[in-house]
């Protein structure tokens, strides 16, 4: 086959609240860009989609900076057509109704009311595609779950609600957000496959194992 195209988001998203403030998370992209990177050894031509991070770029990607959920959704549309859509970002679920344009006084009681708009659901909408679904949509998803049990849960329900093909969950109660190694659950609609912890460059390998051997599976009639 030719050298598939995949795209992947990674890192947060900021939404502004004014010039100095805003929302955001503590992902740090770290995972994102070692599955680019991965898949990219693997001589996937990738098309990373940023968010905010203080980490250099994978050689042999493509990268589109971005700051709000809108931006990437935009961008990730933009990149279509591709043949595998990985959702690694922690894609900020609520914007602000409206960015002020200066600087909000504390003594104000504007932020007690501080009014949120629902972002785009960008893992359900490329899901829901028609002529321009990628063959394979995977998802991740950074849950707080008190046993493997419950991650996996967790983990179909989201399959499910998002119409994706895969998810890749891991619990994110202690450092896996911000730190350099992780454990994942990759979970799809017949099996789950567990990843022990290790070096989040160990789990992307890994994973980038996965998902080119199933873009170079046959179609499934």
């Not at 959702?87 to 200066?102: E, F, L």
């Not at 629902?118 to 949509?137: A, H, K």
């Not at 967790?154 to 093909?165: S, T």
Request: with cysteine.
């Amino acid at each position: 086959m030719s050298a598939p195209h995949i795209i992947i988001t990674a890192g947060p998203t900021i939404e502004p609240i004014d010039p100095v403030r805003f929302l955001s998370n503590h992902s740090s992209g770290r995972q994102g860009y070692a599955l680019a990177a991965a898949l990219a050894a693997h001589g996937a031509r990738v098309t990373l989609v940023s968010g905010p991070v203080s980490i250099e770029p994978p050689a042999g990607a493509e990268l589109v900076k971005v700051q709000t959920a809108l931006e990437m959704r935009d961008a990730v549309m933009a990149a279509l057509p591709a043949d595998a859509y990985i959702g690694v970002a922690a894609v900020a679920d609520w914007r602000p109704a409206t960015r002020h344009a200066s600087k909000m006084k504390t003594d104000k009681a504007g932020f007690a009311s501080l009014q949120l708009v629902e972002n785009p659901d960008i893992l359900r909408e490329v899901s829901g595609l028609t002529d321009r679904r990628p063959r394979l949509v995977v998802g991740f998803a950074a849950e707080t779950a008190s046993d493997g049990g419950a991650l996996e849960a967790l983990a179909r329900a989201k399959l499910e609600r998002k119409g994706c093909d895969l998810i890749i969950a891991n619990d994110v109660s202690g450092d896996a957000m911000g730190g350099a190694e992780n454990s994942v659950l990759i979970v799809s609609r017949d099996e789950v496959k567990p990843i022990a912890r290790a070096h989040k460059d160990v789990i992307a390998a890994k994973l980038g194992d996965s998902v080119m051997a199933l873009l170079r599976a046959p179609l499934r009639r």
